[in-house]
Nanobody, 122 residues
């Protein structure tokens, strides 16, 4: 099993920044893809961004140029730097991981964190 623990959420004004962290532990050998999803009230969960062990990234169009995903393989941690936040970024953000890249970016990752709330006030 793989455990994912998120941190860094909170309340921020529009235009501000937050940095989310996700630490992975357990049977992490072979975990290639890690990513961030979000779910706003009344909306479906969506992929925000994902990254492979070698650094390949993918973002949803709405966050391109504002959010940056990065990864420290030595620490088994993935980060999401969120700048120029907007009220529509308000959601619960979930860390996700899988051995297979397409599981993270196209279907359903096997491993999930508990989620961290991000609230952007206008």
């Amino acid at each position: 099993q793989v455990q994912l623990v998120e941190s860094g959420g909170g309340l921020v004004q529009a235009g501000g920044s937050l940095r989310l962290s996700c630490a992975a532990s357990g049977s992490i050998f072979g975990i290639n893809a890690m990513g961030w999803y979000r779910q706003a009230p009344g909306k479906q969960r969506e992929l925000v961004g994902a990254i492979t062990r070698s650094g390949t990234t993918k973002y949803v169009d709405s966050v391109k140029g504002r959010f940056t995903i990065s990864r420290d393989n030595a620490k088994n941690t993935v980060y999401l730097q969120m700048n120029s936040l907007k009220p529509e970024d308000t959601a619960v953000y979930y860390c996700a991981a899988d051995r297979i890249w397409t599981k993270v970016v196209e279907t359903t990752p096997r491993y999930w964190g508990q989620g961290t709330q991000v609230t952007v006030s206008s």
